[in-house]
């Protein structure tokens, strides 16, 4: 079993929907929780980060953390076609070597105008 | 501020063959990584480090080796190239202050 589990979609949605995403993960130890946006042919772009549990918004991006129930989410609203990417979910560990991140195997996301 | 810069973008190699890929930050981060990203196997880790000299396996580092003798360079050796090593390599950096990664731009490899 994967540390980190995410739905791989594809997710369509008509735009201006809200697009919901969500990972599970079995780490408890993992201490910081992060979305990421990855365009085709490109590198992932930081989206969101928090370290705890309960809700983190940044314009149309919120951010959920339960770290009870090993689950976060992040949810786009006024969803553009502009927001057409993949998504992953990544989750950080420090170790002594170094910051240890494990992502999901990201959810492709296709907003239609 | 160009953040971080991987080269080469592209490279074809022969099976056996050896190269080095570079990355170097310019942020003056303390954490470094690579990753391969596969389709259907996501972004997996193979090396990361805190600072010069400190470095530590990650889920797939057989066939690879690393150094860091500086804050800003985190080269990664491919030692002898086989064609199950033909993926998308991503180097990254972060900060104690902020621990999300920047990512490169990546470097597109075929082992042939």
């Known amino acids: 079993q994967k540390e980190v589990e995410q739905d791989p979609g594809p997710l369509s949605v008509p735009e201006g929907a809200i697009v919901s995403l969500n990972c599970t993960y079995s780490?408890?130890?993992?201490?910081?929780f992060m979305w990421y946006r990855q365009y085709s042919r490109k590198g992932p772009e930081l989206l969101m980060y928090?370290?705890?549990?309960g809700n983190k918004e940044d314009g149309r991006f919120t951010a959920q953390v339960d770290k009870s129930s090993k689950y976060i989410s992040l949810f786009i609203r006024d969803s553009q076609p502009s927001d057409s990417a993949t998504y992953l979910c990544?989750?950080?560990?420090?170790?002594?070597?170094?910051?240890?991140?494990?992502f999901g195997g990201g959810t492709r996301v296709l907003v239609k105008p | 501020n160009a953040g971080v810069t991987q080269t080469p973008k592209f490279q074809v190699l022969k099976t056996g063959q050896s190269m080095t890929l570079q990355c170097a930050q310019d942020m003056n981060h303390e954490y470094m990584s690579w990753y391969r990203q596969d389709p259907g196997m996501g972004l997996r880790l193979i090396h990361y480090s805190v600072g010069a000299g400190i470095t530590d396996q990650g889920e797939v580092p057989n066939g690879y080796n690393v150094s860091r003798s500086t804050t800003e360079d985190f080269p990664l050796r491919l030692l002898s190239a086989a064609p199950s090593q033909t993926s998308v390599y991503f180097c990254?950096?972060?900060?104690?202050?902020?621990?999300?990664?920047?990512f490169g731009s990546g470097t597109r490899l075929t082992v042939v």
């Open positions: 780490n408890s130890a993992f201490q910081y």
């Open positions: 928090t370290y705890s549990s």
């Open positions: 990544a989750m950080s560990l420090i170790k002594a070597a170094g910051n240890k991140l494990t």
């Open positions: 990254a950096s972060s900060s104690a202050a902020n621990y999300g990664y920047t």
